[in-house]
């Protein structure tokens, strides 16, 4: 009869840890929300497309600079685009794949949590040895000399009801907390590749500048020197035009240290460096560089546009508060830390322990019997550090409350300095529009009085100067456009 009672009692054993091992385990994958990337590629403007022009007198020579295959004037260079620099960022970034070994630590740390609920087991031997006096089971002292040996399988449960179900639920919101902060970190990779990429962008539209500033020197010096032969020119407009030709090319030389500066800063942050050589340079697409209504004489990029930018600042800030991932790590954060606040408290509710052991035992090892042992409690722990655990496990709820509704102010800050951006970068690209327009036309003129004899060379020079400083404004206003969507959307939490 306690043979079939010991077999029963192994079997239902058996079964109960089965149950709880299939009905508590945790898969350690998680489904982390993860960043469209084709929501993050922004569309071409249709207001801004360029426009078709019959005035061939814009010049041969500027329409083959302006549409020069990028690898022609950079041998070795690698041409890139915003799409290509927002997947490699997405994908090679090393702020997402920290991320990404976080979130597998808090999954790991779920697993772990839920573990609690079910029972260890394992083998167990033990040596125990008396010499000297012990107790008799008559209650008599009597001098002994004896030892025990059992060895075995053992299965112990120890549980904390209140305490590790709070705890389990603390370790559910730390999960979530951390695939929302890997998507924050995503987003935050996808914007510094795309600020990082427009500076890349910024560098190269500033070698051009500089380019038609040095043929514009080489010119200048050219005609000065012809003037000077013919007896109607002065000896100190050909040193004024050489001094303007060596200081394009100082500028010149600046711009393309410049753009290596930008090149290397853009594969150190897409981890590729060692790929691409140290000394290599990268090159924009010469697609976006080509999107520009001045793109004829002035090849800088085009401004694009999100969908995001048709919202009101009012429907921008709900948008943010409800998807900004963040704000949402936050609030997990914040139910996290309620559920460890209440899990400190568990000092007044009882811990359940058990233990089972199943195997041989006897005075030697050669003569053991079997043996099953069980042993079942419950018992309450109080200590001296019981309440100052609870008090700081609420001090901590309270701080991430009050850090939850201190993003939450700063959210909407965010959203509206980056509309407030938005907004002036789109009147900076009307202004410098103007200012393009009219700086052209006055470098014609002035130009033209000046190979008559009616203009002198410091007007002539002036005047190139101030098509430079327009043209820089120019490429300046499109690039702070484009980068200031990107700042909105990375406000409200991505598209």
């Known amino acids: 009869m306690n043979c079939q009672e010991n077999t029963l009692l192994r079997s239902l054993t058996i079964a109960l840890i089965s149950l709880l091992l299939s009905s508590c385990s945790t898969d350690s994958s998680t489904n982390v929300r993860s960043n469209d990337l084709a929501l993050w590629i922004p569309q071409q403007s249709e207001q801004e497309q360029p426009e078709e022009t019959t005035d061939e007198s814009a010049g041969e020579q500027d329409v083959a600079e302006a549409t020069e295959p990028p690898d022609e004037r950079f041998p070795g260079a690698r041409t890139i685009s915003l799409s290509e620099v927002l997947e490699l960022s997405k994908s090679n970034a090393l ?65 904390d009801p209140w305490g590790d179900w709070h705890r389990r639920l603390a370790a559910e919101e730390e999960l979530i907390s951390s695939e929302q902060q890997f998507s924050s970190i995503e987003q935050l990779a996808l914007h510094h590749g795309a600020q990082l990429y427009h500076g890349l962008v910024r560098s190269h539209g500033v070698i051009a500048i500089a380019e038609r500033r040095v043929n514009f020197g080489n010119q200048i010096v050219s005609t000065a020197n012809a003037r000077l032969e013919a007896g109607v020119g002065l000896r100190e407009d050909v040193l004024g035009a050489q001094a303007k030709e060596a200081a394009a090319e100082r500028d010149l030389t600046i711009a393309h240290a410049n753009a290596q500066i930008a090149s290397v800063r853009l594969l150190e942050f897409l981890v590729l460096s060692d790929e691409i050589g140290s000394g290599s340079i990268l090159v924009p697409d010469s697609i976006l560089m080509s999107q520009s209504p001045h793109v004829r004489n002035h090849p800088v990029p085009g401004p694009v546009r999100f969908p995001l930018q048709d919202l009101t600042a009012k429907e921008l800030i709900e948008r943010g508060l409800q998807q900004r991932p963040d704000l949402m790590a936050a609030r997990a954060e914040v139910r996290a830390s309620r559920s460890l606040s209440r899990a400190s408290s568990a000092w007044g509710h009882p811990i359940v322990s058990a233990r089972t052991g199943v195997g041989r035992f006897g005075a030697e090892s050669g003569d053991l019997d079997d043996q099953e042992t069980a042993e079942v409690g419950i018992g309450w722990q109080f200590g001296f550090d019981s309440g100052a655990s609870h008090r700081r496990a609420i001090a901590i709820f309270e701080e991430t409350q009050l850090a939850m509704k201190k993003l939450e102010l700063r959210i909407s800050a965010q959203i509206r300095e980056s509309l407030a951006r938005l907004t002036a970068s789109r009147a900076s690209m009307a202004s410098a529009n103007r200012q393009l327009e009219a700086s052209e036309e006055t470098l014609i003129l002035v130009r033209l009085r000046y190979q008559a004899g009616a203009a002198l060379l410091d007007e002539l020079l002036g005047r190139e100067a101030d098509l430079s400083e327009a043209r820089t404004g120019w490429l300046n206003s499109i690039l702070s456009h484009n980068q200031a969507q990107f700042d909105l959307m990375l406000a409200i939490g991505g598209p």
Do not use: C, H, W
Not at 99 to 107: K, S
Not at 119 to 141: E, F, L
């Open 95 to 159: 702020s997402i794949q920290m991320a990404r070994q976080r979130t597998r630590a808090a999954a790991a740390n779920q697993q772990i949590a839920n573990a609690a609920f079910l029972p260890t087991i394992g083998p167990r031997i033990d040596y125990a040895r008396t010499d000297g006096v012990a107790q008799g089971t008559d209650g008599a002292i009597v001098d002994v000399s004896k030892q025990s040996i059992f060895t075995g399988l053992e299965v112990r449960f120890d549980l």
